[in-house]
């Protein structure tokens, strides 16, 4: 059966069909995806009852993993999945919805807030990959926003304010929007910023996007309030309704998007009701070198 592509959303995102994510993938299909991609940046894929194994599997057919280490605020012992997973649920490992006060799931709550995944490392991500086991009875959509349709918008005035802005991207920075601040020391140098290039050039269509997220918190050069003002009018400006898609879930849903050309964030749902989301992520390209501390 061959792969068709229709799209969903209003500049972007298409529904895929034609392709049991099961079966490993011939190379006219992994091309095909991969088009698909360049083409409308979020692709879903229904109905896909696949497992974990499948779904490392097909994530791997399209390039190499990203593992999610040292990335929330679990201890190693209480992973519910392996480091090839980010585990996008609000479950502890014995597969318990967290208490509303838990401190992972107040940190995990940082996904309500736009942005574009792994943004925070040198080596940010490329495709996410999320595969719907359980969805709550109501609420938790997923949004999109489209940040090449986003940048095409902009004047030619702010089109050359950013051009060659650098960013600097924390997860400390997203969490502190939320009042969320208590790291440890620990964990605030497991979370040091890194910097990243405001404007992208897409590798394969050569589209300029904004590379926005909520785990920017600063712009070289510039003052801090200042700079945080700005990135706030970029994100209002990036995320009207008209770049918007929002997707609502169904269990057997996965859904691929490309970090480098959208931002996404959770819906709330209700607290006590489990949702099993599994995320495999694929590695990205940095934007820009990265200056490591003198001591
Ligand atoms: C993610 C993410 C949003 C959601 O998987 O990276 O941000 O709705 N998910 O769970
Ligand atoms: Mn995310």
Request: hydrophobic content about 35%.
């Amino acid at each position: 059966m061959t792969i068709t592509t229709r799209q969903i959303g209003p500049c972007f995102a298409a529904e895929v069909e034609g392709l049991d994510l099961r079966k490993p993938l011939s190379p006219d299909e992994v091309a095909a995806v991969h088009a698909g991609m360049d083409e409308h940046a979020v692709l879903v894929f229904r109905d896909q009852r696949i497992d974990d194994a499948e779904q490392l599997a097909f994530s791997r057919s399209l390039g190499e993993l990203e593992h999610a280490i040292g990335t929330s605020l679990r201890a190693p012992d209480e992973y519910r999945l392996p480091t090839t997973f980010a585990d996008v649920s609000n479950l502890d490992q014995h597969h318990q919805v967290f208490a509303r006060d838990d401190r992972r799931r107040l940190f995990a709550i940082g996904n309500r807030l736009w942005h574009s995944d792994s943004s925070f490392k040198a080596i940010p991500a490329k495709y996410s990959l999320l595969h719907a086991r359980s969805i709550p009875s109501r609420g938790g959509n997923t949004e999109f926003a489209d940040m090449r349709a986003a940048y095409d918008a902009l004047d030619d005035e702010t089109k050359t304010e950013v051009e060659d802005l650098i960013c600097e991207h924390s997860q400390i920075f997203s969490r502190q929007q939320l009042g969320f601040t208590d790291f440890t020391d620990e964990e605030r140098a497991r979370f040091a910023p890194v910097r990243q290039r405001l404007v992208r050039t897409h590798p394969s269509t050569g589209r300029k996007s904004l590379y926005l997220s909520s785990h920017a918190g600063g712009i070289l050069g510039w003052p801090v309030p200042e700079a945080r003002a700005f990135l706030r009018d970029l994100v209002e400006h990036a995320t009207q309704r008209q770049f918007v898609y929002a997707h609502r879930w169904r269990v057997g849903d996965l859904v691929m998007w490309d970090n480098r050309r959208t931002m996404h964030r959770a819906r709330p749902f209700p607290v006590h009701e489990p949702r099993d989301m599994r995320r495999t992520t694929l590695v990205g390209t940095p934007t820009v070198a990265q200056v490591t501390a003198t001591s």
